[in-house]
């Protein structure tokens, strides 16, 4: 009985009389216009085994491609994501230059036309307690700021200074419940419509006109402007616009909703109405109100 150590040696050789048939019918079939009976019938034999392993590599070949290809194609969008990240980056700080650049021009031109001594200056701190009550602006004494300047922009109204330091300043803003300034419709200079603007409770970002006469004619739509009354606020800057009119609780008086001119959400720049014939003294406004910082934020 023939063992199987015997019987594989036995194929090994006839595989190897075959490799070598095959190679040697190879170098001489072009000298043959015709192959032999025994090549045809090996060509017949292999050709099966031939188009199954050029299958398999055409496949493999073709995978490894697809391969290649989806790496390249992940590592160049990789890439073209970093650029429009970057790209996209440098657009927004373009927008916010453009933007910032907008904002100047327009504070340059208001500046020039207004007829008050006007101090730029940047809002450099706000409450997020008090967001519509206080914030600090960069500009204190040593820049001409004193106590009860009205802080305005072109658009209107801000507030006025209450705290100076010497490089900074604190505002009370328009908004601010615990204040009120006398008010009155534009164009329309009747003593009657004259009433006192402060902040909303019920509404933080809006103010509230009270104590209108009944008989007052103002409306939906009337623009409030400050009348000058007090002393602390030059007549004539917008506080804003009525956006609903009714009465207080008893009845006896008008009331109006107010929304401010100003967007408080988005204050950077302002300007500081400089006024004139001001006993400053700096000690009045080195107190213990300005100092209290703990809960004001950078912008």
């Given amino acids: 009985m023939l063992t199987p150590l015997y019987k594989k040696k036995k194929i090994m050789v006839i595989l190897l009389l075959m490799l070598l048939l095959v190679i040697f019918m190879s170098l001489t079939e072009r000298e043959r216009d015709r192959l032999t009976i025994l090549e045809s019938?090996?060509?017949?034999?292999?050709?099966?085994?031939?188009?199954?392993?050029?299958?398999?590599?055409?496949?493999?070949?073709?995978?490894?491609?697809?391969?290649?290809?989806?790496?390249?194609?992940?590592?160049?969008?990789?890439?073209?994501?970093?650029?429009v990240s970057s790209?996209?980056?440098?657009?927004?700080?373009?927008?916010?230059?453009?933007?910032?650049?907008k904002r100047l021009r327009q504070m340059l031109?208001?500046?020039?036309?207004?007829?008050?001594?006007?101090?730029?200056?940047?809002?450099?701190?706000?409450?997020p307690?008090?967001?519509?009550?206080?914030?600090?602006?960069n500009k204190g004494y040593k820049d001409g700021v004193s106590k009860d300047m009205a802080i305005i922009t072109g658009e209107g109204l801000v507030g006025n200074v209450y705290a100076v330091s010497p490089y900074a300043s604190k505002v009370l803003l328009l908004t601010d419940s615990r204040r009120?300034?006398?008010?009155?419709?534009?164009?329309?200079?009747?003593?009657?419509?004259?009433?006192f603007v402060e902040g909303s409770v019920e509404l933080p970002g809006y103010c509230r006109m009270i104590n209108i006469s009944r008989e007052a004619n103002i409306q939906k739509g009337d623009v409030i402007v400050s009348s000058g009354?007090?002393?602390?606020?030059?007549?004539?800057?917008?506080?804003?616009?009525v956006i609903e009119v009714g009465q207080d609780e008893y009845g006896l008086l008008k009331s109006?909703?107010?929304?401010?001119?100003?967007?408080f959400n988005r204050l950077e720049e302002v300007f500081v109405v400089k006024s004139t014939g001001y006993d400053f003294r700096e000690e009045e406004y080195m107190n213990d109100e300005f100092t209290d910082n703990e809960n004001l934020q950078d912008n």
């Fill in 229 to 241: 009354l007090g002393g602390v606020f030059p007549p004539g800057f917008v506080i804003g616009c």
């Fill in 256 to 263: 109006a909703l107010i929304e401010p001119a100003v967007s």
């Fill in 41 to 83: 019938v090996i060509l017949s034999a292999v050709s099966p085994f031939q188009n199954a392993v050029f299958t398999v590599s055409a496949r493999v070949r073709d995978y490894t491609e697809l391969m290649t290809g989806y790496y390249l194609l992940a590592q160049e969008n990789t890439e073209l994501k970093k650029s």
């Fill in 109 to 127: 031109d208001f500046k020039e036309r207004s007829s008050y001594t006007l101090i730029p200056a940047k809002v450099v701190a706000r409450d």
């Fill in 129 to 137: 307690s008090e967001w519509f009550n206080i914030m600090v602006i």
């Fill in 87 to 101: 790209y996209q980056g440098m657009a927004n700080q373009l927008e916010e230059l453009r933007q910032e650049n």
């Fill in 180 to 195: 009120a300034i006398s008010g009155v419709v534009q164009n329309s200079r009747e003593m009657g419509i004259i009433g």
